[in-house]
């Protein structure tokens, strides 16, 4: 299993991102993906996770009606569009696959993080 994310970088407060994260070696369209945020000092947050099988999402609070996370299954791929970010925003964001084995869901795959940065 491999996850790579892209996207992150600095903008400003108000200003967009679109975060992506490629996925392989596991049926993408039978898994749950989700994006996760950690700021040092913070614990890690989850931000939105999304079945790729139904496409139902679940965002946290903080995040909703500025964020919105999608899947491409043709392309293995699940997105974070992320609009009106804000300073808190920033942190190292991190993409989430849960595959079930079989006989219960294991979610320890991690992608290698992207640094988003949202300062003027």
């Known amino acids: 299993v491999q996850l790579v994310e892209s996207g992150g970088g600095l903008v400003q407060p108000g200003g967009s991102l679109r975060l992506s994260c490629v996925a392989s070696?596991?049926?993408?369209?039978?898994?749950?993906m989700t994006w996760y945020r950690r700021t040092p000092g913070k614990e890690r947050e989850l931000v939105a996770g999304?079945?790729?099988?139904?496409?139902?999402?679940n965002y946290a609070d903080s995040v909703k009606g500025r964020f919105t996370i999608s899947t491409d299954n043709a392309k293995n791929t699940v997105y974070l569009q992320m609009n009106s970010l804000k300073p808190e925003d920033t942190a190292v964001y991190y993409c989430?696959?849960?595959?079930?084995?079989?006989?219960?869901?294991?979610?320890?795959?991690w992608g290698q993080g992207t640094q988003v940065t949202v300062s003027s």
């Open positions: 989430n696959a849960k595959l079930w084995t079989g006989s219960k869901w294991y979610d320890g795959y």
């Open positions: 070696g596991f049926t993408f369209s039978r898994s749950v």
């Open positions: 999304i079945s790729s099988a139904g496409g139902s999402t």
